[in-house]
């Protein structure tokens, strides 16, 4: 009679490489992935690494093409996005002038300021 080893460890858990894929896309987080593929973080990061970081890329990809396209609609869009990639800034230059003047008074240590 042939002897059958018992498995050990947790039944290995199937999860698919295509959902790993649109998660990383949407730019869920380890810790949100593995809550949803009911697993430890480590097992995405062990078997899934690539994966998640060309989902990421991709999901970066895809947001920032739908930024642009939103700045020809949305001035304040074309403003971000002008700023962040451009280097555009809001400077005001501010001068003043006539300047009041200013006083202060003179205290001794016996009492109040007094002023002349």
């Known amino acids: 009679m042939a002897e059958t080893k018992k ?16 998660l990383a896309m949407l730019q869920c987080t380890y810790e949100e ?3 949803f593929f009911e697993c430890d973080q480590a097992t995405l990061r062990r078997n ?14 895809s947001l920032r093409r739908y930024q642009f ?3 020809k609609k949305s001035a304040a869009m074309a403003i971000f996005l002008g700023k962040n990639y451009l280097g ?20 001794d240590n016996k009492g109040p300021a007094k002023d002349n």
């Open 7 to 22: 498995k050990v460890g947790r039944p290995k858990k199937e999860i698919d490489p295509e959902q790993v894929k649109k």
């Open 33 to 35: 992935m593995a809550g």
């Open 48 to 61: 899934f690494a690539t994966i998640i970081k060309e989902g990421k890329e991709t999901g970066k990809m």
């Open 69 to 71: 396209e939103l700045a």
């Open 88 to 107: 555009q800034t809001d400077n005001q230059n501010v001068v003043i002038q006539d300047m009041p003047e200013i006083v202060i008074g003179i205290r």
